[in-house]
């Protein structure tokens, strides 16, 4: 019995491995949910500080701070987008969750910015309206977000 593998079966073999291992690398995301969940509490954030209530804003802040810390350390690798498959870490590396943090850092800047230009322009409900405006950013730019965390994936694949 030859037990012998030809170049060509060897390179065969190599090129499915490669291909599986973009396909893995194509799953890594967030789970479409936690945009959702996320805009959802952004809008709340800008809905309870119109209400001019300093003491509830800082309590809402700290809550969505919590919460949000409690479920990105569950989701935010890009690892485990569904109970069917979780990528490894050293696949993944910290790409993704570098992302989403600072844009999240830039989304909670554009709001404060926007919110700021509303109330200048005498809109009674400024963080209501920029909350809105960077929620509907959230929910459709976050799945772009990980297209490019994926991209840089790949890259990266290429690369080791």
Sequence with gaps: MDTRISTTEAELALGTIEQRRHQIIDEVALPTWYWWGLAAGWIALGIISDLDRPWLSVAATVAFGAAHAAVA????SGRRRS??????????????????????????????????AADA??????????????????????PGLMAIGRRQ???????A
Aim: charged content about 15%; cysteine-free.
């Design 73 to 76: 350390s569950r989701v935010l």
């Design 83 to 116: 109970q069917r498959l979780s990528v490894r870490h050293d696949l993944v590396g910290r790409r993704v969750p570098v992302l989403v943090i600072g844009a999240l850092i830039v989304l909670a800047a554009v709001t404060a910015g926007l919110g700021l």
């Design 121 to 142: 322009d005498g809109a009674r409900h400024p963080a209501t309206i920029a909350s809105v405006v960077v929620a509907v950013a959230i929910v459709g730019g976050g």
């Design 153 to 159: 994936v790949h890259q990266r694949a290429r690369n």
